[in-house]
Each structure stands twice: as structure tokens, then as C-alpha cells.
């Protein structure tokens, strides 16, 4: 087993810029951009399909989206948009069982 690396400057750098990104898209921009169905938001946000249908009920049920639910949908519309851009290497890194199924 190996150590783990280091921090230098760059990293400490990397993680800071990280942790204080606002990478979000909402609800609405998503499925305004992408015909997916409730189902398919629940699998991308990974959470039930119950939760996702909170977040566009109204009244009491209404349940709003967890930052990390957006997220989920910036970074899918990132994939999604871009993934014939992104090198196989990083695709790898990313997606090891889907890559493995192309």
C-alpha cells in the first residue's frame, strides 16, 4: 500500500477553488435543456424518485432540491454536453464500468 501524497501549494490551491466552487443548475434549466423524465433526474441526482417528485409538488409535499442534488444536474449537463470532448483517459477515471461497456 502506498502513502498518500502530499499537499503542496498547487493542491492546497486545487482543493480551496474546489470547495468554494457554486457549480449548480436548477430543476427547471435542466429539463429545459434535456427531455429527461423524473426517473432519469432520480438516477442522475441519485436519490428516489419520490424526492424528485417533491421538488416540483406544491403545498406541503413540496420538498426543495439539496445543493448536491444541483450539482448533480451541472455536472450531467457538463457530461452530457461535453463528452465527446473529454480524453478516454479521464472518461476512464470517471466512468470505469460504462467505459468498460463501449
Not at 442522475?44 to 444536474?73: D, K, M
Amino acid at each position: 500500500m502506498t502513502s498518500p501524497r502530499p499537499l503542496g501549494q498547487r493542491e492546497l490551491e486545487l482543493i480551496r477553488l474546489y470547495a468554494n466552487c457554486q457549480l449548480g443548475m436548477s430543476l427547471r434549466a435542466f429539463e429545459a435543456k434535456w427531455n429527461v423524465t423524473r426517473s432519469q433526474m432520480a438516477a442522475i441526482c441519485q436519490c428516489s424518485l419520490a424526492t424528485v417528485q417533491r421538488w416540483f409538488e406544491r403545498g406541503t409535499n413540496f420538498s426543495p432540491p439539496t445543493r448536491y442534488h444541483l450539482r448533480y444536474l451541472a455536472l450531467a449537463d457538463l457530461f452530457i454536453e461535453h463528452f465527446e470532448e473529454i480524453p478516454d483517459r479521464l472518461k476512464a477515471l470517471l466512468c470505469p464500468i460504462s467505459n468498460s461497456q463501449e
